[in-house]
């Protein structure tokens, strides 16, 4: 993901400045701190990998002390990386990189995600719980998430199987599953009648 984020960069697709603003306070740093990360990314940009803090600091509108701690502070927070790389011939060149503020971006969505999931989780498994009038097990619950994470299933799919499972005898989450599996494998192999076929030729001819 992260090499996905820096690919769509490279590529002009996706702007390291948006990022930049839409994202920072929301990782605590000061608009300051987010110029400045902005710049030395326009200067990797531009191909200059060392820092002269003495122009750097003209562009931040700073003296040259207050640019040294804003670039030491982005450095001890992990924003700033100083590095060495091989030039060949046995020699090494200083330059830096800016890229920790795309792994915080991906961090950040994934727990947004994460956090999405698991609100979607919960709500279902109240929702079989209720239903079933029985708590689940913890393989019950696993297997709620496995609809969610690998199987895609959306709620009213799952509402539905719940109520047919309701109908036979034992009702069970296992039950549940096999209905689920059993009407995508249906979707899967039933071809479409030829009205059907003819009904989405004309809707795509009419759009």
Same mark, same amino acid.
């Given at each position: 993901?992260?090499?996905?984020?820096?690919?769509l960069?490279?590529?002009?697709?996706?702007?390291y400045?948006?990022l930049?603003l839409a994202y920072?306070?929301?990782f605590?740093?000061?608009?300051?701190?987010?110029?400045?990360?902005?710049r !030395?990314?326009t200067?990797?940009?531009?191909?200059?990998?060392?820092?002269?803090?003495?122009k750097?600091?003209?562009? !931040?509108s700073?003296n040259?002390?207050?640019?040294?701690?804003l670039?030491?502070?982005?450095?001890?927070?992990?924003?700033?990386?100083?590095?060495l790389?091989?030039?060949?011939?046995?020699?090494q060149?200083?330059?830096?990189?800016?890229d920790?503020?795309?792994?915080?971006?991906i961090?950040?969505?994934?727990?947004?995600?994460?956090?999405?999931?698991?609100?979607t989780?919960?709500?279902?498994?109240?929702?079989l719980e209720?239903?079933?009038?029985r708590?689940l097990?913890?393989?019950d619950?696993d297997?709620?998430?496995?609809?969610?994470?690998?199987?895609?299933?959306?709620?009213?799919m799952?509402?539905?199987?719940?109520?047919d499972?309701?109908?036979?005898?034992?009702?069970?989450?296992?039950l549940?599953?096999?209905?689920?599996?059993?009407?995508v494998?249906?979707?899967?192999?039933t071809?479409?009648?030829?009205?059907d076929?003819?009904?989405?030729?004309?809707?795509?001819?009419?759009e």
């Amino acid at each position: 993901m992260d090499k996905l984020l820096r690919k769509l960069i490279n590529d002009n697709a996706l702007r390291y400045r948006d990022l930049v603003l839409a994202y920072y306070h929301k990782f605590g740093l000061s608009e300051i701190e987010a110029m400045a990360l902005i710049r !030395l990314h326009t200067l990797l940009e531009e191909k200059k990998g060392v820092i002269k803090p003495e122009k750097f600091a003209k562009w !931040l509108s700073l003296n040259v002390s207050d640019t040294r701690q804003l670039l030491e502070s982005l450095m001890e927070k992990g924003y700033l990386q100083i590095k060495l790389i091989d030039c060949g011939n046995g020699k090494q060149q200083e330059t830096f990189d800016v890229d920790h503020f795309l792994h915080k971006v991906i961090d950040h969505y994934k727990k947004a995600n994460d956090y999405e999931k698991a609100g979607t989780q919960h709500e279902w498994i109240v929702f079989l719980e209720d239903t079933l009038q029985r708590p689940l097990s913890p393989l019950d619950v696993d297997l709620v998430g496995e609809w969610i994470d690998k199987d895609n299933y959306s709620f009213d799919m799952v509402k539905e199987a719940t109520f047919d499972a309701l109908k036979r005898q034992n009702p069970s989450v296992r039950l549940i599953d096999r209905l689920l599996l059993k009407k995508v494998d249906h979707v899967k192999t039933t071809p479409k009648r030829k009205e059907d076929l003819l009904k989405e030729f004309h809707a795509i001819w009419d759009e």
